[in-house]
């Protein structure tokens, strides 16, 4: 069985326990954040989550462990088997995580955690995750 670290704020995490669900394959979380630890960074060099418990070992960073999952397992394909398709997907995972994922990231303070951040900031945010979603529906 898979053993997935991570905590369910972070979007990382989020990610590939969406691929396990959809999938249908057994897998335990253990509940964890990101941090410097000896021990954590014993299987997450950078120390952060999502890592993946497989049978061999440790697996980090989300696309290799999405591509492994892909790859070498069971269960309901979620990439399309042809190239091209493939390719398309890929895009529009990169399009979302680069340009909508990352500068939402810049409110998440203010939105989820009571800071405050200032209208530079807020503005920022704003355009580029209008230009990202703009892109997307192109
Ligand atoms: N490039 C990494 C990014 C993962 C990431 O940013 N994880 C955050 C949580 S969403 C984390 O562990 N942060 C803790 C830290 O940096 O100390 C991936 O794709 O898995």
Same mark, same amino acid.
């Given at each position: ?44 060099? $950078?120390?952060? =989550?999502?890592? !993946?418990?497989? +049978?061999?070992?440790?697996?980090? #960073?989300?696309? &290799?462990?999405?591509? %492994? ?16 398709? $493939?390719?398309? =997907?890929?895009? !529009?995972?990169? +399009?979302?995580?680069?340009?909508? #994922?990352?500068? &939402?990231?810049?409110? %998440? ?30």
């Amino acid at each position: 069985m898979f053993k997935l670290y991570g905590f369910t704020v972070s979007n990382y995490f989020n990610m590939v326990k969406l691929a396990l669900l959809e999938k249908g394959l057994e897998f335990e979380v253990v509940t964890l954040y990101g941090n410097q630890s000896d021990e954590f960074l014993s299987i997450s060099p $950078r120390g952060k =989550v999502p890592v !993946l418990g497989v +049978e061999q070992g440790f697996i980090n #960073e989300t696309s &290799a462990i999405l591509e %492994y999952l892909e790859e070498c397992t069971e269960g309901k394909a979620l990439l399309p088997g042809e190239p091209f398709a $493939r390719a398309q =997907v890929r895009t !529009l995972m990169k +399009e979302i995580e680069l340009y909508i #994922e990352l500068p &939402a990231r810049i409110g %998440y303070p203010e939105a989820y955690f009571g800071a405050e951040i200032s209208s530079a900031l807020k503005n920022k945010c704003k355009a580029e995750l209008l230009a990202g979603i703009d892109t997307l529906k192109r």
